[in-house]
């Protein structure tokens, strides 16, 4: 029986940074990781697989990173944990001890309870190459391809498929807008205009009745009684903890079914931590239970629940929730709360929003238009969140947002934000859109 | 007599800014600019003006901004102020009443006490657009051109110089290295071995001795003996506040000679406030008084100032200092103190590192390298400074830093900070060079 001192189940983004991260607090303990995948998949480069990448394997995680960490790897199933004698057992029998355990068994899709979600070309999105490599098959093959859920997923999806294809594609959503989890109205109003500028389809709000067909799907019957042509449908309305292994060994879950973990990423068995996708969240703001799922969330819990093996010296206050995404040239971009999310926690709001070209003077090259929003607290004017719509470098500048709403910097704070500029890389520093939304909002809170 | 609530002498950045902030504070309060030059130049375009941009027409602030705030402007100089009845005198005899004064007044480049400094081709950088439009004229019928200095203003200038032109360009540095005043060495080693790829000649570190000419300038005679063949010369060495209507005034000035002010940006005269390169500046770190003179300093400064005017609600906590430069396709950026500059502050400091492509996976499109170099108070852990190198985002990845710097984020901190990634905008969530070069300074610091 192998001994290690720290055994990793799950080897995506969240297993690899809880790794690496004990490797690098923890020099000299010993680092396993097990998982099932031969190749892990980039998460988030998934949908890039469909368009601009050409193939699964353009979007692998390199097992390079694991020898330069001095990571051990099993590629294999976990089937079972024995609490008490610190051991695992795997699907071809083998055997491991550890000292300490990390689970980072990430997610799996759901699939809807719909008549025909099991047909043949009714595809969900897993982070699994033959899996993916199958699904780029079919597309390639496709004609008319309808996506269910018009989240991330399914607008990355979308303006991926189009790319280099003649294809159609129809999005169905069950709320009024596509991105409507996240972005506020206005917002999706103008994802959706680029999504439907590049001729995808949009049905939403609708819902979807039922796939049709015999073996493969032939079509999907919305709810209006319209029936769509498909020959390939894929599923993006999210997905659920993978706790199975989790439940098994009887640790405790939490109320979104994830496993239920302390501010220091760990289970209801000390021994034993979890982080990623699989462990059960909070949000920043209120502590209440959040279902947000992403990588960049993974990581740092990983960060935590790694540093943390042999020592409490890190703590998890809650999830922000930093989101971005490009569609056809534009991105969009969120840290924390959208307003609509805001009013719904039971916030009194302010709002501030700035607009402007992202370089200065605007003709300079490669210039794009930048909108910042932000809503902050209307008593205390704490930032809760802001939106970033237009150029790529919403991508980064989001962080800054993050790092405001971790520090919990005030509207003024914000306005007064000591931003380096530069004409070649930012918006000049009269118009630099984040602290000109924050007056904004200081502005329109004072005019009450 | 004009009688105005506010007026604001100086319309570039810093009185600009003033003035909308001041609008947007009291939209009830008139507000007046008064400046000297017919159009105001977009101080950071100025180099771009020489090779990206066609013409200093393409690098104005448009008036139009003054319309939309509401704001009043006279193009005329101030020739002097009479605190006691609160008025100013210009220089065609008019006079101005105030109830607050805001001086924006800027700097003026330092010209070296070198022989021939004052022949015909020898040129500072003015942001006045006659002044550069002779100096377009002259560089479009030069071919060996002479920068002075090889910070910020020199780099750039050579680097907009060479663009579409058969020209010879030689910077002279007295310092090791280029840009040594901001980045640290090896970091100014990778800018100066990308100005030499284009063709610029560096010498540093290297004198001026005198210019040598009749009239116009022939050569530029070096400390070595050797004399550099020029038919123009560019000073880029520094510019000094222009404080002259403020000492003529009799305001306090403070020791590195700009107008003195207190944390409200008030200066010893209660009605009179003052923003900008004119003003005197301390550190954020020590409180020390700093020559740093950034636009974006300029217009938090008149963030501050303008929001005071009527009742002190901002406070000025000192310079950061975050700038940024491009050089043929590699940014620049820096927030706070570099490594060099903590040491020679006393500061017993620990360094992380992380590199890697700014997309993921890394053969997305647009994937550019980005290094990130960050220093740390060793004992703390408090973040002291960054660095960033590579691709273009680092325009606003410093602007991450510069928030983690005010905040005060230790190490562990800026590890576990909450970023958004995406495969399009930014690098792995696994690999985000910000949290990993905090992970690296840790365990440098652990290590010891």
Redesign the interface.
């Known amino acids: 029986m192998k001994k290690m001192d720290v055994i990793v189940v799950g080897g995506s983004?969240a297993g690899?940074?809880a790794a690496?991260?004990c490797r690098?607090?923890y020099?000299k303990k010993t680092v396993l990781i097990i998982r099932k995948e031969k190749q892990v998949m980039?998460p988030?480069?998934i949908p890039?697989i469909f368009g601009?990448?050409s193939s699964p394997e353009?979007?692998?995680?390199p097992d390079s990173?694991l020898e330069k960490n001095g990571i051990e790897l099993a590629v294999t199933e976990v089937t079972g944990i024995d609490r008490t004698k610190r051991t695992l057992r795997t699907e071809n029998g083998e055997e491991f001890a550890y000292e300490k355990l990390v689970l980072a068994t990430g997610s799996v899709p759901m699939i809807p309870p719909i008549p025909g979600a099991d047909l043949e070309n009714v595809f969900v999105v897993k982070k699994d190459l033959p899996h993916l490599q199958k699904m780029l098959d079919w597309l390639n093959e496709s004609s008319n391809l309808v996506i269910v859920g018009g989240g991330f997923i399914g607008a990355e999806f979308a303006d991926e498929c189009r790319k280099n294809r003649d294809i159609k594609i129809t999005i169905v959503e069950m709320l009024p807008r596509c991105l409507m989890l996240s972005y506020d109205e206005e917002i999706c109003a103008i994802a959706e205009q680029i999504e439907r500028e590049q001729g995808i389809d949009i049905r939403a709000p609708e819902k979807v009745e039922a796939f049709l067909g015999n073996g493969a799907v032939k079509a999907v019957k919305l709810a209006n009684g319209e029936e769509l042509k498909a020959d390939m449908v894929i599923l993006g309305i999210g997905c659920a903890p993978n706790a199975r292994l989790a439940e098994k060994a009887e640790l405790e879950l939490g109320s979104t079914e994830g496993i239920q973990v302390n501010r220091y990423m760990q289970t209801s068995d000390d021994n034993i931590f979890a982080c990623g996708d699989c462990a059960e969240k909070v949000s920043?703001f209120d502590g209440k239970p959040s279902e947000l799922k992403?990588?960049?969330?993974?990581?740092?819990e990983a960060?935590?629940a790694g540093?943390n093996l042999f020592g409490m010296?890190?703590v998890n206050d809650g999830?922000?929730g930093?989101?971005?995404?490009?569609l056809a040239d534009t991105?969009f971009?969120?840290?924390g709360l959208s307003v609509r999310e805001a009013l719904e926690k039971g916030y009194n709001v302010v709002i501030g929003q700035a607009e402007g070209p992202n370089r200065?003077?605007g003709?300079?090259?490669?210039a794009a238009n930048l909108m910042v929003k932000l809503v902050f607290e209307r008593g205390t004017r704490i930032i809760l969140g802001g939106q970033v719509v237009g150029a790529?470098?919403?991508?980064?500048?989001?962080?800054?947002i993050?790092?405001?709403?971790?520090?919990k910097?005030t509207a003024?704070e914000v306005?007064?934000?000591?931003?380096?500029?530069?004409?070649?890389?930012?918006a000049?520093?009269?118009a630099?859109q984040?602290?000109n939304a924050a007056?904004?909002a200081?502005?329109a809170a004072?005019?009450c």
Do not use: Q
Not at 294 to 300: E, W
Not at 363 to 366: A, G, H, K, S
């Open positions: 983004a690899l940074t690496i991260t690098r607090h020099p980039v988030c480069g890039y601009t990448l353009e979007n692998i995680v990173v920043f992403l990588a960049s969330t993974a990581t740092r960060r935590i540093a010296s890190r999830v922000i930093v989101w971005s995404t490009v991105a971009a969120l840290a200065h003077p003709n300079m090259p490669e790529k470098c919403a991508g980064e500048l989001i962080n800054t993050s790092a405001g709403i971790h520090e910097m003024d306005a007064l934000f000591a931003m380096g500029t530069h004409p070649a890389l930012t000049s520093p009269i630099y984040l602290t007056e904004m200081i502005k004072e005019s």
